[in-house]
């Protein structure tokens, strides 16, 4: 039975007169009033016949008709006494339409239940397969994290770096068994603990390798890069590259710091070496240019010594026939002593550059490019050769004399070019300085006709020379380029450059220089 039709059948009961105990409706005939058997004779049969009563309530009789009621034996109809409990019939009814609606709310309850029981059994499915799914995921992720971290411990151990680990907020420091191995030691053998690391720290790096971890620790830094030295179990100091990262949590405040501990004992045993080299062929060079400054030393010693030889012959003539004049004597003496002083200087310049000095200082660059310039003035004014200068007064830190050695180098080759050149008419050396945002720049430009296609490619590469007729060595060029690069963290490049000087074409070499631009104390 559906829904709608349990509502009929409710609507009904309820709109039915009896159904809702309802007395007030007065009945066709009511046979509860006390019967006279005397009238009954008396009645006509058409009225009974006429009398249709129909049995549709409990509140009205069926009247039997009058031929049957005419024999009846009226003398024995009892009187019928009238109800007054009406309350029973209500009651009746209530508790029928009680137990319909008992009936039709487990029919509802039913078909809630079995509703439910799909849903849930839906849903069962839907989990259960959710949850096979997660259970498959976790499998793939757990593999997954297997394999990475497999893959971390082959990385590892391939680059043979030792882990540490130092957590800020209990203090405990964890350090790998590769790490311990660095130091020679067993993983046993070490506590985890971090005066392990710090107690093993060289005394010349102790301050900056705590200092870094402090700025960590304070939060002043999220990474660490340094080098330092650490005690191996035999008493020997082996070199460590320490890599750091630090760890914040949501306030940032710092709770944890990791890194990697790499041997670099074999890389700087062969920097050092490079250096030892680099060094070594600075005294090489230089050495291969003695020859050439002695030559600068003898034509700048000519004409002072030519002055002195000229002023005492006057003296001694003058001496000898007797016309000795004291303002003559004076004169000459001063132009012996001034050129004397001129010598001596010539000296100490060539003295102070063949000194090998690696001592780090802010200089004028105008002022040392001057001082170049000198040390082979003599050299570039027996060649003819004709210096234009448009120099600043630019400061850069760095090393003088090598600065010094790398434009030697330069003007050497320039020189060299412009003597090979045959065919220019005008021998040409420029030297200009310019100064931008945050470094400045320097050109060295000739007009020697430019450098060979075959060979500008490798100027710089050592023991590669253009000069083999004349003894050329190949490291001049090389050298001022590790000079520029290396120790003043600076660029060097050499093209070559078309120009108009005094209205007239030029063609030759141009080597740019660019260095760090530094503010004069």
């Known amino acids: 039975m559906s829904r709608k039709y349990l509502i009929l059948l409710l ?9 809702i105990g309802r007395s007030d409706i007065t009945p066709v005939y009511d046979w509860t009033d006390p019967i006279d058997t005397t009238d009954l004779y008396t009645l006509k049969e058409d009225v009974f016949e006429r009398l249709q009563i129909e049995t549709t309530s409990n509140d009205q009789l069926a009247v039997t008709p009058s031929t049957e009621l005419s024999k009846a034996d009226t003398s024995t109809v009892p009187e019928i006494a009238k109800d007054n409990s009406p309350w029973l019939e209500r009651l009746t009814l209530f508790l029928i339409l009680a137990i319909m609606i008992l009936f039709f709310l487990l029919f509802m309850t039913r078909r809630y239940v079995i509703r439910l ?4 059994t839906a849903q069962t499915q839907k989990l259960g397969e959710l949850n096979e799914t997660l259970e498959q995921n976790v499998r793939d992720r757990t593999h997954s994290l297997n394999d990475l971290s497999e893959r971390y411990e082959f990385a590892i151990e391939g680059t043979q770096d030792g882990l540490w680990d130092w957590d800020l907020i209990t203090n405990s420091v964890y350090f790998s068994p590769q790490w311990k191995a660095m130091l020679g030691y067993k993983d046993d053998e070490l506590e985890n ?3 392990v690391w710090e107690n093993r720290i060289h005394p010349e790096d102790q301050e900056k390798a705590l200092a870094d971890m402090q700025y960590c620790v304070s939060g002043q830094k999220s990474k660490i890069a340094n080098t330092h030295r650490l005690r191996h179990k035999n008493g020997e100091w082996i070199w460590i590259l320490n890599r750091a990262h630090v760890f914040y949590d949501d306030q940032d405040r710092p709770i944890r710091m990791a890194g990697f501990h790499s041997d ?3 890389f700087r045993k062969a920097q050092d070496e490079i250096k030892f080299k680099e060094q070594i062929i600075f005294q090489q060079s230089k050495m291969a240019a003695m020859g050439e400054m002695i030559e600068n030393i003898s034509h700048q010693w000519r004409q002072p010594l030519n002055i002195i030889g000229l002023s005492t012959t006057q003296l001694e003539t003058a001496k000898m026939f007797g016309k000795v004049d004291d303002a003559a004597f004076d004169k000459d003496i001063n132009v012996i002593q001034e050129q004397i002083a001129y010598m001596s200087q010539t000296i100490n310049d060539f003295r102070k550059f063949f000194k090998y000095e690696r001592k780090k200082e802010r200089f004028d660059v105008s002022g040392a490019l001057s001082e170049t310039l000198n040390l082979i003035d003599a050299k570039i004014k027996n060649r003819h050769i004709t210096v234009i200068q448009d120099l600043l007064s630019i400061h850069t830190d760095g090393y003088r004399s090598e600065f010094i050695q790398a434009i030697i180098n330069i003007i050497n080759n320039a020189i060299y070019q412009l003597e090979k050149s045959k065919a220019q008419e005008k021998k040409l050396l420029i030297i200009k300085t310019s100064l931008q945002k945050e470094h ?9 006709g430019g450098i060979p296609a075959d060979a500008i ?21 090389y050298l001022t380029h590790e000079i520029i690069v290396n120790h003043f963290s600076g660029t060097i490049k050499a093209e070559n450059v078309d120009y108009e000087h005094d209205d ?3 063609h030759g070499a141009c080597f740019t220089i660019t260095l760090p631009h530094a503010d004069p104390r």
Not at 117 to 120: A, I, L, T
């Open 117 to 120: 029981r799909k849903s849930v």
């Open 504 to 506: 007239m074409p030029q």
């Open 457 to 477: 490619d490798k100027l710089f590469v050592p023991y590669f020379t253009t000069k083999e007729e004349n003894g050329g060595t190949g490291i001049g060029l």
């Open 11 to 19: 609507l009904s009961l309820l709109l039915s007169p009896n159904a």
């Open 193 to 195: 603990n971090y005066w």
């Open 440 to 448: 400045m720049t320097i050109t060295i430009a000739d007009s020697g």
């Open 264 to 266: 670099i004992t074999n």
